[in-house]
């Protein structure tokens, strides 16, 4: 967690992003100091500076350069000369060298060397001391391999990601906290690689892709004296992040040769977005990808793979923080429309006696609940690892059950309530209160289907079959619905019968 910290604050200090009002005034000298105080936050001894001149409204700073050493991943940029020019309308003209090396040092001594190059790079600085905005616009932005060396084998060869007509807006402010808000958006972004493997006989890892239209937006929050070493206290001192980004479409191909071994294929997405908050309170993350599609071939496959999905998505939340009131909490999961090539399907149903529908998986669950620590100081983790229970659930939902799949789908919702008075009656958990409906269609279309097959023998299906009539009642040819109720009293019904 802290290398990616420390790498994240090591591209803002490579592309710091401006703002925007022309009538602002700010002094060169200024958005300097703004530059050094951000630069506190890869540690004391690891800027260094060749020189300062100051000329008339005009700060030049001499061979810049940033090194981060982490047990993990040890980092070096040589930045180069940058020069702060005050303009007559009272903002600041930031120029950059046009590109600068980075090196990185894994802790297995592999050693990648980078470079960064700027293309048409226009950085603006306006505002006052305690409140700067950074605009950056820029033909291309990108980063190129040079090298790899792995002991005494060198990796050459063209691996490099280019951002195109680049524009972004990125403000500071500065109390008890440093307040970073940045947005920004990207026309393309294009993906290289060709390496020929040093020594091997025509082995090769070859790839590019294509991102269109991407926009990101962020706001975090940065204790003054923040320790990246410590990453475990951030939270409690005030660090907070909340951001994403959305983009309408990428595409994919790949072509490795290595160790006797052969893939080939490529990847596609429609629109495509996440958003992510961090903080003392609550951590939440939402991802959603549509237009899913996929097409594989591998020597260690017998036939090319061809897969698709119309959406995939992943939700979370979770409050983090003591609190006298409820707070909302869910997971989801959107696995939606699955399809597969004849290929695939003929390996387990060569017949084709089941349907080849896609298949779905959707759940998705909310609730409130209550923490009972705030789980983000770590000064109270030895009393939440003794705890039986860190929250104190108040209600739980099934919002959405569907899974469709070879012909059967199973659908249900619930909603249940919970007295935290009462642990005893439930142990471990509170006494719930509510129900919760399944409908099951096709199930016994799909048992006979897979006895046919001979994936299940006659004696293996009558096991569920009595379950489900034990559980379930017809509601027409091949329907089946079950509802699980937990009365205020404590009792348990499984469709009015009562089974506790």
Do not use: H
């Not at 990796?155 to 808000?181: H, P, W």
């Amino acid at each position: 967690m802290k290398t990616t910290t420390k790498l994240q604050s090591a591209v803002c200090l490579a592309a710091l992003v401006a703002g925007g009002a022309a009538q602002a005034d700010v002094t060169a000298a200024q958005v300097w100091e703004d530059w050094k105080s951000q630069m506190t936050l890869y540690g004391d001894d690891s800027v260094s500076i060749g020189g300062e001149e100051v000329s008339g409204g005009t700060v030049t700073v001499r061979d810049l350069a940033v090194s981060i050493d982490d047990p993990e991943l040890a980092m070096s940029a040589e930045i180069g000369d940058l020069v702060f020019e005050e303009q007559r309308n009272g903002t600041v003209l930031v120029t950059m060298e046009e590109s600068y090396p980075i090196t990185l040092t894994g802790a297995d001594g592999v050693v990648v060397s980078l470079t960064v190059a700027q293309d048409a790079l226009e950085m603006i600085v306006s505002g006052d001391p305690g409140a700067m905005n950074y605009e950056i616009n820029a033909n291309s932005y990108s980063i190129a391999l040079d090298e790899v060396v792995d002991g005494d084998i060198t990796f050459t060869g063209d691996a490099q990601i280019v951002a195109n007509d680049l524009n972004s807006v990125y403000n500071t402010t500065t109390s008890d906290l440093r307040e970073i808000a940045y947005e920004g958006s990207v026309s393309s972004i294009d993906l290289l690689v060709d390496i020929q493997i040093p020594g091997g006989e025509g082995e090769y890892i070859t790839g590019g892709g294509k991102i269109e239209n991407m926009a990101l937006n962020g706001n975090m929050s940065v204790p003054m004296d923040a320790n990246f070493d410590d990453p475990d206290t951030m939270m409690v001192d005030g660090f907070s992040f909340a951001g994403g980004y959305s983009l309408d479409n990428s595409a994919y191909i790949f072509d490795i040769n290595a160790e006797g071994d052969q893939a080939s294929g490529s990847v596609s997405t429609g629109p495509t977005s996440l958003e992510a908050e961090l903080n003392a309170d609550v951590v939440s993350y939402n991802t959603s990808t549509t237009d899913l599609a996929a097409n594989i071939s591998a020597s260690e496959l017998p036939f090319p793979v061809e897969l698709s999905l119309s959406e995939y998505g992943i939700g979370f939340e979770m409050p983090t923080s003591k609190s006298d009131t409820p707070s909302d909490f869910g997971l989801s999961l959107d696995f939606v429309d699955l399809t597969l090539n004849d290929m695939v399907w003929n390996l387990f149903d060569p017949g084709s006696v089941l349907p080849r529908d896609p298949a779905t998986i959707q759940f998705s669950l909310a609730g409130m609940a209550k923490p009972l620590f705030d789980l983000m100081d770590p000064s109270q983790q030895a009393a939440i690892d003794a705890s039986d229970m860190p929250f104190e659930l108040a209600e739980l939902n099934l919002e959405r059950l569907r899974i469709a799949a070879a012909g059967a789908l199973v659908t249900g919702t619930g909603a249940f309530t919970f007295d935290n008075s009462d642990m005893q009656s439930f142990a471990p958990l509170p006494k719930p209160e509510g129900d919760v409906v399944v409908e099951i269609s096709g199930l016994n279309r799909l048992i006979d289907n897979l006895i046919s097959m001979g994936i299940v023998s006659q004696e293996d299906a009558m096991g569920p079959r009595m379950m489900m009539g034990m559980f379930a009642r017809s509601t027409g040819d091949d329907r089946l619905e079950t509802k699980l109720e937990v009365t205020a009293d404590g009792r348990v019904l499984a469709n009015g019968q009562q089974i506790r």
